[in-house]
């Protein structure tokens, strides 16, 4: 069976759970649909150091989102379908698809399951974060996210967290081993007051590649959420990471998370957070020895006009084959409401890599202006 119909079922599967898990009334069901039409100036197309090749990229998208909320269960789908055309490399014409979907249920007060699939299949990485130790150019890739979360009040104060996670990766690239991840999580979340949150965890991840062998990580972990004001507060995870690489060699490596965030106000919102972590990725069979940091701004400036806007920087070194990388982003975004239902977006997107082997270093630059309708 094709790859992409597998991976398509199994975003959809989530749909076929316990008989009457999803016993809706079709009247009760919001469903909107989107269409987009964005022009794009890309000024290397191929992610490429030499022979850079621009281009102007025209795409077509349509978004199906779907959404109903009962009592002590919702459900939510967002579909897109895209298709971009080249206008001087016809070769490179694609079409890509998304699927997300998530259910929520309430067994009680106290108890509380959360079940959500991503399935994507596109050419070009989604965030910053993603492009820090890819194998540069341009392929087709498929992933698909599957995540389930049970969680339990054991008193007013303490909650039990246990969650699974199953991840497939499918590089349509020469020599590009495809790779699978099993992750399984246990913790804890206690309010010790009404500004503070205390966090304690244990997660375990097993990657295969295939072909391929295989790695595992344990990390265990504790942190907190503390509120400064209430809209102002920090996230903060630190802990310790046991490590066994694809050559069955053992490390014990850091992990340590930040975030601070900043809901300014009812229309603005901003966040910094950086990571510090060891990680099996799915591009190279070796571990990712990485940190990162992120600024992000979201704000409507006026009744109309919205303004997004983001830093990245990202240093990593694959462990085994010593390749260093360092990733440098930052993307623009406005946009404004001209009518009801149709609004504008206007935007620009840098981003850089510099890496030990020159074969995987760029610089890409992209302004893109597109029009949005709801229908």
Request: net charge negative; hydrophobic share 35%.
């Amino acid at each position: 069976m094709n790859k992409k119909i597998v991976y398509l079922i199994l975003s959809l599967a989530l749909l076929a759970g316990p008989e009457g898990l999803f016993a809706f009334e079709s009247e009760d069901i919001e469903w909107g649909v989107c269409a987009f039409f964005k022009q794009t100036y890309d000024d290397n197309i191929t992610s490429a150091k030499k022979n850079e090749q621009d281009d102007f990229v025209t795409e077509l998208r349509l978004v199906l989102d779907g959404k109903l909320e009962q009592k002590t269960e919702a459900i939510t789908l967002r579909a897109g379908l895209a298709h971009q055309f080249f206008y001087d490399h016809d070769s490179f014409d694609n079409t890509s698809e998304d699927i997300n979907l998530e259910y929520i249920k309430e067994f009680s007060p106290y108890s509380r399951m959360r079940l959500e699939n991503y399935f994507r299949h596109d050419y070009e990485p989604e965030t910053f974060a993603e492009e820090l130790g890819r194998t540069s150019g341009r392929y087709s890739y498929y992933k698909n996210r599957f995540s389930a979360e049970y969680s339990k009040d054991i008193t007013k104060q303490l909650s039990l967290i246990a969650d699974y996670g199953f991840d497939l990766d499918d590089i349509s690239r020469s020599g590009q081993s495809d790779s699978y991840l099993h992750r399984l999580g246990l913790g804890t979340q206690y309010f010790l007051s009404s500004t503070m949150i205390l966090f304690s965890g244990y997660d375990f991840s097993y990657r295969k590649f295939d072909p391929g062998t295989h790695s595992t990580s344990h990390l265990f972990s504790a942190g907190l959420r503390d509120y400064f004001t209430p809209q102002l507060y920090i996230d903060a995870k630190i802990g310790g990471q046991f490590l066994r690489n694809y050559n069955k060699e053992s490390y014990v490596k850091p992990y340590l998370f930040l975030k601070l965030t900043d809901e300014l106000d009812a229309v603005t919102t901003a966040g910094l957070s950086f990571t510090k972590q060891y990680y099996t990725n799915a591009y190279t069979e070796d571990l990712f020895d990485y940190w990162q940091v992120q600024a992000e701004l979201a704000k409507q400036v006026y009744e109309r006009l919205g303004l997004d806007f983001s830093l990245f920087y990202g240093e990593g070194t694959y462990t085994g084959l010593d390749i260093k990388d360092k990733v440098k982003g930052a993307q623009l975004g406005l946009s404004c409401e001209l009518k009801e239902n149709i609004s504008g977006t206007v935007s620009y997107r840098y981003s850089e890599t510099e890496s030990s082997l020159e074969s995987r270093e760029y610089t890409r630059n992209r302004i893109a202006f597109g029009i949005q309708t709801l229908f």
